[in-house]
Every structure is written in structure tokens, then in C-alpha cells.
């Protein structure tokens, strides 16, 4: 089996994919721009995709995003991306497009390098790749957005009215979500959901998927039992029920700080909330390298291989991945940045970029394994004897094994653990003029940020410095 092969086999055993007849319906709307489709998950696939998250730390989920929804967020967040580097040269004069971090450093010294990487709205994450969370086009969608969406959560009511509190609220927080009901009106398991263009903005949600919200919390909220295999690799097993005492009492009813503030107590065995962040983008520039291999958030424990989730990221791709025979020639369509063999099948390469995941290695035994270092690898581990760089030999080739890169395309999305090692791919598309000598394709990433709600991720914002304010 060749790595390409072995990355297209674990990659499939990790997507949940669509019905087929779901696919039919798809391919008959596919012309019709006055719609927007997505689907509900049964409660075996919810179930299934929850299983792959707590083996392989991603999950990928086929054709579940409203594609129209998609388009709406991506073109406003390159209409602020576009607002916010036109802003830093004529300001600051600082370039984000052409001028590299390490540039800004060797030329102006290490404060201007600091000042191009993190503002309110847009921190720069490396060489011609910033995350955008903010900006006045992504304000109105949000708040009109916010709007209808809190209420038919009703969240409304749970807001305090003060102006401060309202902004932050629209701006990067997020709600906490005590439901799993999300956003869709109300059919049958595995059907296709069909609105009107000018239904209201949260028929379709990004955010509030039920599907979604459903695999989150079942995610954070494991009643099995933690179990590993000879490999290592750590699960909950939900097999034999909720885990339970030796009177057999449910180990939930125990918890008996969920009456504070105002809780409702352990004794239903509730999923506890979730803090569901708003949309933001990761946009990779032609030039973009691949990212160095990182995880988004540290284990909270280091005692226990891996504890259940607490923090999950939710991705989905702003752009149409298609090969030069498909996807037709418009700005949502990202062309030539995958081939394909003969038969149709793709052969791993992604010129525009995408994300890496390292499967397992949201283990902390795996993700050890897989990062010995050369000190490491030149300890005496047995009397008399040194590895001899044979540790991290097979670290590397175990690495490489383990590296998968989903292919993503418009409405599918991604949910991986914060812990998992991943990385962003390169953005090798070459430079496309748009007659003022600037474009190329600019590859944005969606994501939306899902966390316990006591949790707090302190990202390298710089809230004090702002671009358009």
C-alpha cells in the first residue's frame, strides 16, 4: 500500500458522508441559487462521529454546511481582509502582502515586526497567513446573524443590556448553549432542509448546527469509560452504559457542584454547556509555507493518556477545491489546486493549502512518542544500551504515517480536538493578476471555536491596538 493509498483509507474511515440520496437532491439543485441545503445527522452517525473524534482527534463531515451561507462569510471576510491591509500601508505602512515577518524584522527592527502581528481584529500568525475574527463588514452579517439566531435559541432573554456587554457578545465570545436543539426547523433524521433564499438568516446556521452542537457535547460529556488498546490509543467506551460506582450508582449523581449558579443539579445527567464561539477566518496567501506542527490548546491534566475533550475547533473551507476538469471558473472556485489520477481519485496534492492532521496524537503517550527529541533519543533507556537514533527514526516514519490531509470542499466542514497536532498546508497557488497587479488565491478557513463553558483560550489578540477604530 503506498502512503497516498494508506492517507485515502484512514482519511475515509474518519468522514461521515452524506446519504445518497442527499447527494441526488444536491446534484439537481446545483443550479438553483435561490436555495440553500443542509442536512441533519442520525443519531448513529452523531454517534460514529463521536467515536472518531475520541480515536483520531478529527472528524470530517461530508456536504453539512449551507454552501450559499459559506459564500456569504467568506466574501465578507476578504472585503474586510482587503479593508484591513489597505489600511496598515496607508497608516503604518506596513505590507502584509509582500513584505515577510522576518523582513519587517531585519529592516525596522522587533517592534514593527510586533505591530504587524496582532491587532483586535486580525492577528498575523506567520508569513502571509493572518486570522481575522474582526472588521466592519463582519460586524453587520454578525449582528444580523447574532440576532436571530440568540433569539430563536432564546439566549436573548439570558443577555445582560448593557451596552459593553452586547458588543462582546456580537464581537468574539460567543454564547453559552444549553441545548443541542440548534438552529433547523424541525424534520426527520438524515433530511434534507430546503429554505428560501430570503428565509431568515438562521434556517441555515453555521454556528448552530444541531448535528454539530450534538457531536460537541457528546464529545465533552462522555458517560463510558475510558479504555485503550495495544497501540495506545485512547477512547471512551460507551458500550456498557454510564459509568457507574460499585452499588452500581451513576457517577454523574455525584456531581453536586452543577447546582451552583443556578444548575440544575446532577441528578439528570445533562450534558453540561458549551461556549460556542463566533465565525472567524484563517486566510493563506499565495506564498504561505506550511505551518510549523502545533496544537491549538494544552492538556488540562498530564497524569491520564488523554482525558475527554474540552475545547474543539469547527473548520470549513471558503473556497470550491476543484481540479482544472471541474468546478467551473468563478471566485469561489479554487482551481488546479488538487490533482487527480485516472480514475478520478485524488492523489494528495493540495497546492492551495488546507490543514494537516496528525490522527491520535491528541494523546499525550502518542503525541510523546511521535516527538522524541535528539536528547531524548541519545539517553541510556537500558542498561548498557542507546537507541542510537533508532527512537526517533521511528518517530518520524510513524509521524509521516499518521499526517493526513482531508481534501474539504464547499460544505463540508471539519471538527478536531484542540489537542490534536496539525498544521496548516502551504498555499503554493501561483500569483493571479486582477489587473491592478494584486490577487492570487487567497484561501480562507473558516472555523468557529467550541469550548466548555468555563474554559478560556487567551489567543495573542492585542485588543489594545485596533485597525479601523
Aim: with cysteine; glycine share 8%; net charge negative.
Amino acid at each position: 500500500m503506498t502512503y497516498v493509498q494508506h492517507e485515502r483509507m484512514i482519511t475515509s474511515t474518519s468522514t461521515i458522508t452524506k446519504p445518497a440520496h442527499h447527494l441526488r437532491q444536491q446534484q439537481q439543485k446545483q443550479d438553483d441559487t435561490t436555495s440553500t441545503t443542509t442536512t441533519l445527522l442520525s443519531k448513529s452517525s452523531i454517534q460514529k462521529a463521536v467515536s472518531i473524534l475520541q480515536t483520531n482527534g478529527f472528524v470530517v463531515l461530508n456536504s453539512i454546511l449551507s454552501e450559499s451561507k459559506i459564500k456569504e462569510w467568506k466574501h465578507v471576510m476578504l472585503q474586510d481582509f482587503d479593508l484591513a491591509t489597505d489600511r496598515l500601508l496607508q497608516t503604518r505602512d506596513i505590507d502584509l502582502l509582500h513584505r515577510s515577518l522576518s523582513s519587517l524584522s531585519s529592516s525596522s527592527g522587533e517592534e514593527e515586526r510586533k505591530e504587524a502581528l496582532s491587532y483586535r481584529e486580525m492577528a498575523m500568525r506567520e508569513d502571509f497567513r493572518v486570522d481575522l475574527r474582526d472588521g466592519p463588514n463582519i460586524r453587520v452579517l454578525r449582528k444580523q446573524e447574532n440576532d436571530a439566531e440568540y433569539k430563536l435559541l432564546g439566549l436573548l432573554e439570558k443577555r445582560s443590556t448593557t451596552k459593553d456587554d452586547e458588543e462582546k457578545s456580537n464581537k468574539y465570545e460567543g454564547p453559552i448553549v444549553t441545548s443541542t436543539d440548534g438552529i433547523i426547523s424541525a424534520p426527520k433524521e438524515n433530511d434534507t432542509i430546503t429554505t428560501a433564499a430570503t428565509a431568515a438568516p438562521s434556517s441555515n446556521s453555521l454556528r448552530f448546527h444541531p448535528s454539530i452542537l450534538s457531536i460537541t457535547k457528546s464529545l465533552f460529556n462522555p458517560h463510558g469509560v475510558m479504555t485503550s488498546n495495544n497501540n495506545n490509543d485512547s477512547s471512551f467506551s460507551t458500550a456498557g452504559g454510564v459509568s457507574k460506582n460499585e452499588n452500581g450508582i451513576p457517577l454523574y449523581k455525584g456531581n453536586f457542584g452543577r447546582y451552583n449558579f443556578d444548575g440544575p443539579g446532577p441528578t439528570q445527567g445533562l450534558p453540561q454547556p458549551i461556549r460556542v464561539g463566533q465565525i472567524g477566518s484563517v486566510i493563506s496567501l499565495p506564498g504561505a509555507a506550511d505551518q510549523a506542527l502545533h496544537a491549538d490548546t494544552a492538556h488540562l491534566f498530564e497524569h491520564l493518556d488523554c482525558l475527554p475533550c474540552h475545547y474543539a475547533n469547527l473548520f470549513f473551507p471558503g473556497v470550491v477545491m476543484e481540479d482544472d476538469n471541474g468546478g467551473g471558473n468563478n471566485n469561489d472556485t479554487v482551481r488546479s489546486c488538487c490533482t487527480y489520477d485516472e480514475d478520478g481519485n485524488w492523489t494528495g496534492n493540495v497546492n492551495a493549502g488546507g490543514t494537516a492532521f496528525v490522527y491520535g496524537s491528541h494523546s499525550l503517550g502518542i503525541a510523546a512518542r511521535l516527538t522524541v527529541d535528539d536528547d531524548e533519543d541519545n539517553e541510556q533507556y537500558a542498561e548498557g544500551e542507546k537507541t542510537g537514533g533508532v527512537r526517533k527514526k521511528n518517530a518520524m516514519d510513524e509521524m509521516h504515517l499518521r499526517t493526513i490531509r482531508p481534501s474539504l470542499r464547499l460544505g463540508d466542514a471539519v471538527i478536531f480536538d484542540c489537542r490534536v497536532l496539525h498544521f496548516g498546508l502551504a498555499n503554493k497557488k501561483e500569483q493571479e493578476h486582477d489587473g491592478k497587479g494584486e490577487g492570487g488565491i487567497r484561501r480562507p478557513m473558516l472555523y468557529v471555536n467550541m469550548t466548555h463553558s468555563w474554559f478560556h483560550d487567551p489567543k495573542n489578540w492585542d485588543d489594545r491596538e485596533t485597525i479601523f477604530e
